[in-house]
């Protein structure tokens, strides 16, 4: 049987100074991440042939190079724009690329590092954020937190869409788990007979998001709406389940 990653949170004597082997949620975040991004070997062929292109590519240029439908050419771009591995610029009527019509997107490359790991929080500085968010009260705190967040959810989508967005509910819901995902929240849209939901089943925050509940959660709240805002419209996201109060995941139901 196949041992178990290293994942103890105490500094590994072997491992260089200043860093740290992975904790399992850490771990766990880490394969999401990647193979959310790169798990389909032509996607895989995809990000290289857009890497070489410094003025980036449509989705069009990806069917036609990989004989592709472009429906899932736009797929696994939008899957790697959701990662942060590229992002979307629009050419606009007028400006020789396009003689007229809606913008084309055309998909560039990001100077993110190909197999970079999820955004890793700092243990010390998330707590002293939150705890000086905490000292205004939990009201506020909560308050603030989720327009932190809601501006950079609304950041994020818009490097994903520069354009009008509005999506289908299910193909938003998508793009922003895979976002959340690069985040290293391992994330994935889920749908019942309630509605849609996305299912995080790792923090990033770690023992902040234990220590400050509605903190954290706020700014996860925060960001699922303000992308969602970009891409689909406004919405009233809301956790049904959290990890602070227990359970296995975070749920938030749309």
Do not use: W
């Not at 809601?150 to 354009?163: F, Q, V």
């Amino acid at each position: 049987m196949a041992s178990e990653p290293a994942v103890s949170p105490e500094r590994d004597p072997a491992a260089p100074a200043g860093k740290q082997t992975l904790t399992a949620d850490e771990f766990t975040a880490a394969v999401a991440a990647v193979t959310s991004a790169f798990g389909d070997p032509t996607r895989r062929e995809i990000y290289l042939f857009v890497r070489e292109a410094p003025a980036g590519v449509t989705a069009a240029d990806v069917a036609e190079r990989f004989e592709l439908h472009p429906n899932v050419a736009r797929h696994h771009l939008e899957k790697l724009t959701g990662g942060g591995y590229l992002f979307v610029e629009l050419a606009r009527p007028g400006d020789g690329a396009r003689p007229a019509g809606r913008p084309s997107k055309r998909y560039v490359a990001s100077s993110r590092e190909t197999l970079a790991l999820p955004l890793r929080q700092d243990g010390v500085l998330a707590n002293l954020l939150a705890g000086a968010l905490d000292a205004l009260g939990a009201d506020h705190a909560e308050a603030v937190a989720d327009q932190v967040g809601y501006e950079y959810g609304r950041d994020l989508a818009r490097r994903m869409d520069p354009g009008d967005g509005h999506r289908s509910a299910r193909t938003a819901i998508a793009a922003v788990a895979d976002a959340l995902t690069a985040h290293g929240f391992a994330a994935h849209p889920e749908h019942d007979g309630d509605g849609l939901t996305i299912v995080s089943e790792c923090c990033p925050f770690g023992d902040t998001a234990q220590r400050y509940p509605h903190v954290v959660c706020a700014l996860d709240r925060g960001m699922i709406r303000g992308m969602l805002a970009r891409l689909y419209g406004e919405t009233s996201p809301h956790f049904e389940a959290s990890r602070p109060d227990g359970s296995d995941h975070c749920v938030a139901r749309l």
